[in-house]
């Protein structure tokens, strides 16, 4: 389907007004995609990014470390991290160096649960199906080149990335 059948709007005032609507369209429909797949395992999106970073990192973090980390900035890392405690998917425990900061820990069930959800992956590659590798590269290096509105100083990777 195209955008125009989606939302039933021939006429866009402009091509970057079109892509925008479109950006945000297909979010929201990759969101619920991927809801969907996490819902057997009753977990958020941000829950599982805090577990996939915890992970990543190897070590114990404190929830500063992990929000800087997050995909969704405007998560509240400390109100999920307390949803995964009461999951008994991670620990919490006074950090040595500074008694100040809260580590967080990614607990046996964690992990376990993580290497269950690595299962899903070609699953989750599949919502990009109609993509070749070629294409998912391009629109990675699209959708980077969106973002340097925030730091134009990378403005001449994005573009050679883009042209080769």
């Not at 039933?8 to 969101?31: D, H, M, P």
């Not at 500074?98 to 269950?116: A, E, I, N, P, S």
């Not at 992956?121 to 629109?139: G, R």
Request: glycine content about 4%.
């Amino acid at each position: 389907m195209t955008l125009e059948k989606d939302i039933n709007q021939q006429v866009f005032r402009s091509e970057y007004q079109k892509a925008i609507i479109n950006l945000i369209y297909t979010f929201n429909w990759v969101n619920e995609k991927v809801n969907r797949r996490f819902e057997p395992f009753d977990i958020t999106q941000q829950q599982f990014n805090i577990l996939r970073i915890l992970r990543g990192a190897g070590q114990p973090l404190s929830t500063l470390q992990i929000r800087q980390r997050m995909l969704d900035k405007m998560s509240d890392t400390s109100r999920i991290v307390d949803r995964l405690v009461k999951k008994g998917m991670v620990k919490k425990s006074i950090c040595r160096e500074d008694r100040r900061l809260v580590d967080v820990l990614l607990t046996d069930k964690g992990k376990k649960l993580l290497q269950t959800m690595d299962g899903m992956n070609e699953e989750m590659d599949s919502i990009f199906k109609y993509l070749s590798n070629e294409e998912a590269k391009h629109l990675n290096v699209l959708l980077d080149k969106i973002r340097m509105i925030e730091n134009p100083s990378e403005e001449n990777s994005a573009e050679t990335a883009i042209t080769g």
